[in-house]
């Protein structure tokens, strides 16, 4: 009886002391820890993971923006090295698409120090990436929000222009092969198996928002050699998926790279919503450094607010 009750107390106590800890699984020759109320629940992993690395709505929500009406509070501050603020703009703007073309006007707009040049030009390379992203110049005709066969070369641009325009499809397509930015290659490709080895990858279950959602979490090894820590581009970055639609509904993520063409270390937070069957950034917090060639270097943080969405007219 003592030793049945011995083996019964061991059992108990393996049972209650591997409740709480997380799994480990290997799929596709890549690592994945599952946190112990997703392996609870029976989850499909495998049909998630590969949701994870095929998934394009991310920098689909923003080329919706292309298609849409809206209105945007408009927040943009630059910094000098002490964090005082040299430079701002805010404004309230609204996009409209009508006729297959969108148009934009300034409600109100206000700016401090040195934001534009003596030609009116943005003096700041964040402020161009924002002004291409929000603000609409004159009448843009022919767009779609179609992201399938999407080139991310940069195109039809040339020098600076074409590696800023490779840096913000990095921006707001993380995590994806973007063929010929200087220095980067394919480090930024987490699912290729060269770069995926240097990362932890790890899902939950969480609310974010008010709804209960799936947690994707990226994160360098621990234990990388300063030789692999160089390769890192991503610094951290964390997904949280609608758990009945699997949709987007946030993203955290931190960036950073030195080269000889552009240093940036970027920490940016986007909450995005549904209107209609379109999925848009609703949120958009941004604070960065950049060093571009042949510009200062500087310091802007800025947030984007959108809201009062429609459809085309």
């Known amino acids: 009886m003592i030793k049945k009750a011995f083996?019964?107390?061991?059992?108990?106590?393996?049972?209650?002391?591997s409740s709480g800890q997380d799994t480990s699984i290997v799929y596709q020759n890549q690592a994945f820890t599952l946190s112990e109320v997703i392996v609870r629940n029976n989850f499909n992993i495998r049909s998630f993971i590969d949701y994870i690395k095929n998934d394009t709505t991310f920098y689909k929500a923003f080329r919706n923006l292309r298609v849409l009406s809206f209105s945007a509070?408009?927040?943009?501050?630059?910094?000098?090295?002490?964090?005082?603020?040299?430079?701002?703009?805010?404004?309230t703007?609204?996009?409209?698409?009508?006729?297959?073309?969108?148009?934009?006007?300034?409600l109100e707009e206000k700016t401090t120090g040195d934001f534009y040049d003596d030609k009116g030009n943005y003096n700041y390379t964040t402020a161009e990436m924002y002004a291409s992203l929000f603000f609409t110049k004159g009448s843009v005709c022919?767009?779609?929000?179609?992201?399938?066969?999407?080139?991310?070369?940069?195109?039809?641009?040339?020098?600076?222009?074409?590696?800023?325009?490779?840096?913000k499809q990095l921006f707001f397509n993380p995590g994806t092969r973007i063929p010929g930015i200087p220095f980067i290659g394919n480090k930024i490709a987490l699912f290729d198996e060269e770069v995926s080895k240097l990362y932890d990858f790890r899902i939950d279950q969480q609310d974010y928002m008010g709804t209960k959602c799936y947690v994707f979490t990226i994160n360098p090894r621990a234990d990388l050699s300063p030789g692999e820590?160089?390769?890192?581009?991503?610094?951290?970055?964390?997904?949280?998926?609608?758990?009945k639609t699997l949709e987007i509904t946030g993203r955290n993520y931190s960036l950073s790279y030195k080269a000889g063409v552009y240093d940036f270390d970027v920490d940016m937070e986007v909450e995005l919503v549904k209107v209609g069957e379109l999925l848009v950034p609703k949120v958009l917090r941004f604070n960065g450094t950049w060093d571009v060639i042949f510009k200062k270097k500087e310091h802007v943080f800025f947030t984007a607010t959108l809201f009062d969405f429609k459809a085309p007219q």
């Open 7 to 17: 083996i019964l107390l061991t059992i108990l106590f393996y049972a209650f002391s």
């Open 73 to 91: 509070y408009n927040d943009i501050r630059a910094l000098d090295k002490k964090g005082k603020m040299v430079a701002s703009h805010m404004s």
């Open 93 to 106: 703007t609204r996009q409209t698409r009508a006729n297959n073309c969108r148009t934009m006007q300034v």
């Open 142 to 167: 022919g767009e779609t929000n179609i992201v399938k066969g999407i080139n991310f070369s940069g195109k039809g641009k040339s020098g600076i222009s074409k590696h800023k325009e490779q840096l």
């Open 229 to 243: 820590r160089s390769d890192i581009v991503i610094d951290k970055m964390t997904t949280w998926f609608n758990a």
